[in-house]
């Protein structure tokens, strides 16, 4: 298929501090002028680069950490069409940045069509995207001062469970130095260790007093989160293992599934398809194609929860069998969720299993996946 050459682009390098900047114009597949200049990356650079990219509408700008973010927006307000491209595939099909150069050589590889731009969310699905993500970094804090607290523990010979409901109040004790009543210590004498020292008990007070304002955070983020829900994502919770927040996370993370032609597609994006290579008539597998790693994250815990369902533990326990890994069976699972996901996303309800889902060798439109390709260490890195 012929590529449509596009006439008049602009390519635009992010960086820290600085902007580089390149509006080309093509006649006959040849550049007939191009015009390269750097900005300070400001407000007063901004303004100047606006005025630089005056009669030229559509450009393609790479995803710089967070500081293409500002560009993009500003860009969108003033009417212009802004692609944005994954470094990655930049690298993959540029190859490694040249500095001074990126601009020219994005600009040129845009207007040729040789790379397209990145779906980049807005309005609404971008704020709920910002607040899921904002919670899967408030939960990742807690997970992380709830292991400083299990480690103070264990170096003074503690055993317990510190987050269950009767332990967590002789937690609290040690940590305040407040004497165990006899039947505390009658009933968890094996798992006690010896007296925190001054310093200890500091700190343990500290990563609890750390921890409850964390949970308390993520309290908020949620009821935020729960009034940013549209009517799409609460469809999405009549999925088995689809509680409000993992939808609200699984929809601002897919975004808008008319980008993907088919289900397969949405879960290459995911992460939870296995990366698949031949040469000649031999397949091999390595690893999981590299997706969302927010989305992928959330699919494989809720295909934790939703393997113990009526509709899905049939699916779960005979990948099982086959397998004899849960992870990787899990993980296929994840899967299948994507994929009804991409449907009542699609079709606007939820209508249950209406397509049977198979495995390489079997029959119907499911995910044509076998859960024994993906190497362990793909699904270590999502568990």
């Known amino acids: 298929m012929e590529r449509k050459i596009k006439p008049k682009v602009f390519a635009i390098d992010v ?3 600085r902007l580089v900047a390149t509006k080309m114009e093509i006649n006959n597949n040849t550049v007939k002028e191009a015009d390269t200049r750097e900005f300070k990356y400001n ?7 606006i005025k630089f990219l005056e009669g030229y509408e559509e450009g393609i700008m ?5 500081y293409f973010y500002h560009v993009y927006n500003v860009l969108r307000d003033k009417g212009l069409k802004v692609n944005v491209i994954n470094p990655v595939q930049t690298v993959e099909v540029l190859g490694k940045k040249t500095d001074k150069n990126d601009s020219i050589r994005l600009a040129i590889a ?3 069509g040789t790379v397209k731009g990145s779906y980049i969310p807005t309005g609404e699905m971008q704020e709920l995207r910002e607040m899921t993500r904002h919670r ?6 807690k997970t992380q001062v709830k292991n400083e607290i299990r480690k103070v523990l264990e170096t003074a010979g503690y055993k317990l469970p510190p987050f269950e409901k009767k332990t967590k109040e002789i937690v609290r004790k040690l940590a305040t130095d407040e004497k165990l009543t006899d039947e505390e210590i009658k009933e968890y ?5 010896r007296k925190l020292t001054r310093i200890e008990a500091f700190i343990l007070k500290q990563l609890l007093d750390l921890l409850n304002i964390i949970e308390e955070q993520i309290k908020e983020v949620e009821n935020e989160i729960m009034k940013f829900l549209p009517e799409e994502a609460v469809e999405l919770t009549k999925i088995p293992g689809i509680v409000p927040i993992s939808a609200a996370t699984i929809y601002a993370e897919l975004g808008d599934v008319s980008r993907f032609e088919s289900s397969k597609q949405a879960a290459s994006y995911a992460g939870v398809s296995p990366r698949t290579k031949q040469s000649g008539k031999t397949e091999f597998h390595n690893g999981l194609i590299k997706g969302n790693k927010h989305l992928s994250r959330v699919l494989f815990l809720v295909a934790r929860s939703a393997k113990n369902t009526v509709q899905f ?11 004899g890994n849960s992870k990787k069976a899990t993980l296929a699972l994840a899967n299948k969720i994507c994929r009804i996901v991409y449907h009542v996303l699609k079709d606007g309800e939820y209508k249950g ?31």
Request: glycine fraction near 16%.
């Open 15 to 17: 960086g820290e501090s």
């Open 313 to 323: 533990n049939g699916f779960y326990q005979a990948l099982l069998k086959r397998t």
């Open 43 to 49: 407000e007063e650079g901004l303004k100047e680069l």
């Open 62 to 66: 790479e995803a710089t950490g967070v």
């Open 110 to 112: 845009y207007a040729a």
């Open 189 to 193: 004498s094996k798992l006690l260790g």
């Open 353 to 383: 299993e209406t397509k049977k889902t198979r495995y390489r060798g079997g029959g119907g439109e499911g995910p044509q996946v076998d859960p024994n390709q993906v190497v362990p260490s793909a699904l270590q890195a999502i568990a």
């Open 136 to 141: 899967e970094g408030l939960v990742e804090r």
